[in-house]
């Protein structure tokens, strides 16, 4: 069965879990893994306008557990992943993105300018070269 066939077959049949069985734990790999690649979500103008807060500890599941409608899947969760939209955010964001943007542009440009000066060295080199070679050949012809 080819990966696209997998995938395609795990979006149809997957299922909203209602209560965590106690004896299964994931390993915390697994979440760091899954965060990471939440995290290289693509979006608008990369401007990452979330944040994703891992929640293990037994208090904050405790806490966690109203604010999530006192849902059995909530109850019974050994951990969670919050996922927090923050619009407010946006006005940073694009501050770093463009800090980032002129970075890459300054590191890009002394290579341009160091190429267009070596660029002129050799075309003057050439230049002067050509100069001597006619200069040789004049004497050459005339002598």
């Known amino acids: 069965m080819q990966q696209q066939e997998i995938f395609e077959q795990i979006v149809q049949f997957r299922r909203s879990n209602r209560k ?3 004896e299964i734990n994931v390993p915390n790999e697994v979440i760091e893994r899954s965060l990471h690649r939440a995290i290289l ?5 990369n401007m990452q306008l979330w944040e994703f807060h891992w929640i293990s500890s037994p208090e904050a599941l405790q806490a966690m557990v109203p604010i999530c409608l006192n849902q059995s899947a909530a109850k019974t969760a050994k951990q969670m992943v919050v996922f927090v939209a923050r619009p407010d955010k946006w006005k940073v964001r694009q501050q770093w993105h463009l800090a980032q ?3 890459e542009i300054n590191a890009i440009l002394p290579n341009v300018h160091n190429k ?3 660029s002129n060295k050799l075309v003057k080199e050439w230049e002067n070269s050509k100069k001597r070679y006619h200069q040789l050949a004049r004497r050459v012809i005339y002598h």
């Open 20 to 22: 965590f069985d106690p």
């Open 41 to 45: 979500s693509p979006n608008s103008s």
């Open 101 to 103: 943007v002129q970075k």
């Open 116 to 118: 267009k000066r070596q």
